[in-house]
């Protein structure tokens, strides 16, 4: 499946939230969303691939998902990758069997997030530990542009970039170190990752 997408610094989490609602966007989740990236060693992936388990925590209930995601590119001002991802029925076991094979966890992000429905497109409102809070919207070209619209947001911010363009400039700007779950050791870039770490 492919994926389209542009990010955001989001001034008013609220706001935004409440300007989405108001142009009929459906919340699908609320919770604490955390992405945990593994690294097989350079042998095992090509240039820009990743694998990523993530886990939905939120109203008692778990989902984990495993997602291949393949090397990123633009296309025309949107960030476009190859992306296939699929539930599983048990993240501990998955995690197990991932270890097993030598897959080694370079990156955990946790944060809470605001997931919308809206204008044919996925809002996705991400609120960090110590960051900026950030919006991301996938779809196609078309529902991008009607979602981003939904947020009042000015689309000159909205840029293709990754996270960690974000997270650098935040702590550019800030001269603060950015904190991507709430155990600032497992949040932080390693070294090992490029700017196109998503």
Do not use: N
């Amino acid at each position: 499946m492919r994926e389209m997408e542009l990010k955001s610094v989001v001034d008013d989490l609220l706001l935004r939230r409440q300007r989405v609602e108001a142009m009929g966007g459906q919340l699908l989740f609320s919770g604490l969303m955390e992405d945990r990236y593994y690294d097989p060693g350079a042998s095992a992936f090509g240039p820009g691939e990743k694998l990523r388990i993530r886990t939905f925590q939120g109203l008692g209930t778990t989902r984990t998902e495993l997602t291949w995601k393949g090397h990123a590119t633009r296309e025309r001002g949107y960030k476009v990758r190859e992306e296939l991802s699929t539930f599983v029925e048990d993240g501990q076991i998955l995690t197990e069997i991932l270890a097993r094979l030598r897959f080694v966890p370079a990156q955990v992000i946790e944060r809470e997030v605001w997931i919308y429905s809206c204008a044919g497109a996925i809002v996705r409102f991400e609120q960090y530990p110590v960051m900026d809070v950030l919006v991301e919207v996938e779809g196609e070209p078309e529902a991008i542009e009607q979602a981003i619209q939904a947020t009042g947001l000015p689309r000159e911010g909205f840029t293709p970039e990754s996270k960690a363009d974000f997270f650098q400039r935040f702590e550019q700007r800030t001269g603060s170190t950015a904190q991507l779950c709430p155990s600032s050791d497992r949040g932080r870039l390693l070294p090992s990752w490029s700017l196109s770490a998503r």
